[in-house]
C-alpha cells in the first residue's frame, strides 16, 4: 500500500459536499426542461443512478488547486458528466457490452428500451455542450477560456479519444493485445476524458500554463490507474458493491492488465501510476490535498 500524502484530509466529506453540488444543479437542469417527457425521464434515470461523480468532482478539485472556485466551475462540471453517461448508456447497448445492470440498477435500454437508451445519451451529448455554450454562463473575461474547453471536450469524446478508444475495445474481443496496445486503447477510452476534466478545472480556475501542464500529467497518470483498477475490480470485486458483474472482460475475452501483466504486477502498476500523478503535484499547496487523496482512493475503491 502506498502511504496516503494526503491522509488528514477528509476525503469522505469532501466527495458527499461536492457530489450534492454536483446533483443539485443537474437536477435543476432537468427539472427545468420544457416537460418531463419520457426522454427526460430515461436521461434522468441514468444521471441520477448513483455514479460516484469522479470526472466532475476531478474538474472541481483542479479548479480549487489553482485558486478557483467550485462554483464557477460547476457548469463545465456537470456538462463532464453529462457526457460521461452518456457514453455508458451507450456502452450498456446490445449492440456494444450487452450489459443489463449499471451501478446497481437496471441499464437505461433495460429500464425504458433501446430506441429511448440510444436518444437519451444523445440528448445528454448535446445537452452537455449547451451548458457549455449557454451565453448567460460566458462573458468578455471567460469566452475565449469556453471555447477552449468546449474543444478539448468535444476532441476529448469524439472520433480522437472515447469514440475511437471504444471502438478499439469492440475490435480487439477475442485478441491478446500489448501492453502498448492496451494503454494506447484505454487513454483514448477512459483517460482522455479524465484530462479534459482536470484541464477544464485548471483552466477556469486561472491557472498558470505550468500549472496546467503539471495538471495533466496528473491526470493522465489518473486516467490509466483508473482503469488499470477497474480491470482488478472486474476480476477480485463484489458484485454487490460494485452494482455491476465480475468477470465480464474474462467473458467477452477482453484484453485487461491482469491479463497481460497478472493480477500483483497490475496492483503494483496502478500505485506507480499514482505515485507519479502525486509527484507531478509537488509544486502545490494543500488546495491541492483534495486531487492527492483522490489519488489514494482510486487505486482503493471497491466500486
Known amino acids: 500500500m502506498i502511504k496516503n500524502p494526503a491522509s488528514s484530509f477528509d476525503l469522505n466529506s469532501y466527495l458527499i459536499l461536492k457530489r450534492n453540488k454536483v446533483n443539485a444543479f443537474i437536477n435543476e437542469i432537468l427539472n427545468n426542461a420544457a416537460n418531463s417527457s419520457r426522454i427526460v425521464q430515461a436521461m434522468h434515470y441514468s444521471l441520477m443512478a448513483g455514479g460516484k461523480r469522479v470526472r466532475p ?19 463545465a462540471a456537470c456538462a463532464l458528466e453529462m457526457v460521461h453517461t452518456y457514453s455508458l448508456i451507450h456502452d450498456d447497448l446490445p449492440a456494444m457490452d450487452n450489459d443489463d445492470l449499471r451501478r446497481g440498477k437496471p441499464t437505461c435500454h433495460k429500464a425504458f428500451d433501446e430506441a429511448t437508451a440510444i436518444l437519451a445519451g444523445d440528448a445528454l451529448l448535446t445537452l452537455a455542450f449547451r451548458i457549455l455554450s449557454s451565453i448567460n454562463l460566458i462573458n468578455e473575461n471567460n469566452s475565449s477560456n469556453r471555447l477552449r474547453i468546449i474543444d478539448k471536450i468535444s476532441f476529448a469524446a469524439g472520433h480522437n479519444g472515447m469514440i475511437e478508444g471504444q471502438m478499439r475495445d ?95 504486477k497490475s496492483k503494483e502498476f496502478a500505485k506507480k501510476l499514482v505515485h507519479n500523478a502525486l509527484q507531478a503535484l509537488d509544486d502545490f499547496d494543500n488546495n491541492s490535498d483534495s486531487l492527492r487523496a483522490i489519488g489514494y482512493y482510486i487505486i482503493e475503491r471497491k466500486k
Not at 477556469?204 to 493522465?220: F, H, N, R, T, V
Request: net charge negative; charged share 20%; hydrophobic share 40%.
Open 170 to 264: 469492440i475490435a480487439s474481443e477475442g485478441t491478446l493485445l500489448s501492453l502498448k496496445e492496451l494503454e494506447d486503447m484505454h487513454s483514448l477510452k477512459t483517460g482522455a476524458l479524465i484530462e479534459a476534466s482536470i484541464f477544464s478545472g485548471a483552466l477556469l480556475g486561472g491557472g498558470s500554463p505550468k500549472q496546467i501542464d503539471q495538471l495533466e500529467i496528473y491526470a493522465k497518470n489518473i486516467g490509466l490507474a483508473f482503469q488499470v483498477t477497474d480491470d482488478i475490480l472486474n476480476i477480485e470485486g463484489d458484485p454487490a458493491v460494485m452494482g455491476k458483474a465480475a468477470g465480464t472482460d474474462n467473458a467477452r475475452g477482453k484484453s485487461t492488465y491482469p491479463s497481460i501483466m497478472g493480477l500483483n
Open 57 to 75: 468532482i476531478l474538474c472541481i478539485a483542479a479548479s480549487e488547486a489553482v485558486g478557483g472556485n467550485a462554483d464557477d466551475v460547476l457548469p
